[in-house]
């Protein structure tokens, strides 16, 4: 699976937009871009998933770059209980989810 | 509520005991995991069941021995570990659909080997 690249800590403000940035410029085209979170001490949660087209659920956006190489997962009203480790992963359907270091996000009020 | 619940939530053994975690399902999925998270450190993948049979093992040692009954329940069998072993154990569980695996976890069990 392709390798990811996340910066390993970023703040926001509580109510504000959260931009998280990912990079996998190494993807191959049957590989869909997957994000995850964890707070503190408890299992990975699923966020959302995407392979070239923006997708929105209710937690948040996925934005594609069109040569997929980058990707953004936007939390639109950041909240406190945000703050946690979030992954980028990038993965085909081998069964394997390989989680790197993620982002630390902190939302501060 | 993930779907997914393992027991227990914390465990503390020493070296010589014997143990089990215990992981169950409830999403109807045909795959499961056991990842390990020590400190500090990325999830490790430990092993993966697809319809009950072992595809994945990954250089996981010996004193650690996996059991998957049926689709909807896993066990993690545990003897003579060390305390390097301390760590959050995972389960996940997964459906293939479409070409996407999306992996539900548990809350996890937090194992300290004395």
């Known amino acids: 699976d392709a390798k990811t690249t996340q910066p390993t800590s970023m703040d926001c403000a509580e109510g504000r937009a959260a931009n998280l940035p990912c990079n996998h410029s190494?993807?191959?085209?049957?590989?869909?871009v997957y994000w995850y979170r964890q707070i503190h001490s408890q299992g990975p949660q699923y966020i959302i998933h995407?392979?070239?087209n923006n997708e929105t659920n209710e937690m948040a956006s996925l934005i594609i770059t069109e040569d997929r190489k980058s990707s953004t997962l936007i939390l639109p009203h950041a909240t406190l209980r945000d703050t946690a480790v979030y992954y980028c992963?990038?993965?085909?359907?081998?069964?394997?989810?390989?989680f790197g270091a993620g982002t630390t996000v902190t939302v501060r009020a | 509520e993930t779907g997914v619940t393992q027991t227990p939530r914390h465990l503390v053994m020493g070296m010589t005991n014997k143990k089990s975690l215990k992981c169950e399902q409830h999403?109807?999925?045909?795959?499961m995991y056991w990842y390990k998270q020590s400190a500090k450190k990325p999830l490790e993948l430990m092993f993966v069941?697809?319809?009950?049979?072992?595809?994945e093992n990954n250089s996981v040692p010996s004193r650690f021995s996996p059991e998957c009954p049926n689709s909807s329940h896993l066990f993690l069998h545990l003897h003579t570990l060390q305390p390097e072993d301390s760590a959050l154990y995972l389960c996940?569980?997964?459906?293939?659909?479409?070409?996407?695996?999306?992996?539900?976890f548990g809350a996890g069990t937090r194992l300290s080997v004395l």
């Open positions: 996940a569980s997964s459906q293939e659909v479409a070409g996407k695996n999306i992996q539900y």
């Open positions: 190494t993807i191959s085209g049957n590989e869909y």
């Open positions: 995407g392979l070239k």
């Open positions: 992963i990038v993965s085909s359907n081998d069964y394997k989810l390989s």
């Open positions: 999403l109807g999925h045909n795959a």
């Open positions: 069941y697809n319809f009950k049979e072992q595809t």
